[in-house]
T-cell receptor
Framework: GAGVSQSPSNKVTEKGKDVELRCDPISGHTALYWYRQSLGQGLEFLIYFQGNSAPDKSGLPSDRFSAERTGGSVSTLTIQRTQQEDSAVYLC???????????????FGPGTRLTVL | GENVEQHPSTLSVQEGDSAVIKCTYSDSASNYFPWYKQELGKRPQLIIDIRSNVGEKKDQRIAVTLNKTAKHFSLHITETQPEDSAVYFCAASEGGATNKLIFGTGTLLAVQP
């Protein structure tokens, strides 16, 4: 079946502009995660959704970052007034269930490469 | 919160040799430890995982060991092949309800033919 998809695959923007990154999880997966991967670094957790709720936003770097999820499916990560340090690959992952003692695999999307000039 | 350290950052081996990557974690409540392989420009792909009630798991040329007491886990790749060349990330699930993963900084494995 279809995996996690993300769009756009690449985004180049000017400093100070707003950007929106989209994630389409695997159908039926209730848990959705956003991670950020800077050049040569590991993956940094940003935010977790269970359904449409975000019980863990602890990884968002600043109030310029926000995310929402609608219909328990598509999620959008918005970065306002982008800065050069926001340049990174933004990865989305989904999982069948992410609460309690679930040990479910997270399936990653291809990522969006964001470049802020 | 959880902290995961991964070593080495780079590893070069000859084809056919074994490769070992080690990770330590800090949160004793962590209960799930996946390993991801990421080829250049591609998405991370799960290659093997282990749960806290198991000490070792093997899948063909890949094995993972977990020592809960010492809070460390390792990835072992035997009979390495050039197509094993990639960046490998370990991760630990942070204790609690989210199942979010805390990742190590990655190991660049180069298998020389």
């Amino acid at each position: 079946g279809a995996g996690v998809s993300q769009s756009p695959s690449n985004k180049v923007t000017e400093k100070g502009k707003d950007v929106e990154l989209r994630c389409d999880p695997i159908s039926g997966h209730t848990a959705l995660y956003w991670y950020r991967q800077s050049l040569g670094q590991g993956l940094e957790f940003l935010i977790y959704f269970q359904g449409n709720s975000a019980p863990d936003k602890s990884g968002l770097p600043s109030d310029r970052f926000s995310a929402e999820r609608t219909g328990g499916s598509v999620s959008t990560l918005t970065i306002q007034r982008t800065q050069q340090e926001d340049s990174a690959v933004y990865l989305c992952a989904s999982s069948p269930r992410g609460s309690g003692d679930s040990y479910n695999e997270q399936f990653f999307g291809p990522g969006t490469r964001l470049t802020v000039l | 919160g959880e902290n995961v350290e991964q070593h080495p950052s780079t590893l070069s081996v000859q084809e056919g040799d074994s490769a070992v990557i080690k990770c330590t974690y800090s949160d004793s409540a962590s209960n799930y430890f996946p390993w991801y392989k990421q080829e250049l420009g591609k998405r991370p792909q799960l290659i093997i995982d282990i749960r806290s009630n198991v000490g070792e798991k093997k899948d063909q040329r890949i094995a993972v060991t977990l020592n809960k007491t010492a809070k460390h886990f390792s990835l072992h790749i035997t009979e390495t092949q050039p197509e094993d060349s990639a960046v490998y990330f370990c991760a630990a699930s942070e204790g609690g309800a989210t199942n979010k993963l805390i990742f190590g900084t990655g190991t660049l494995l180069a298998v020389q033919p």
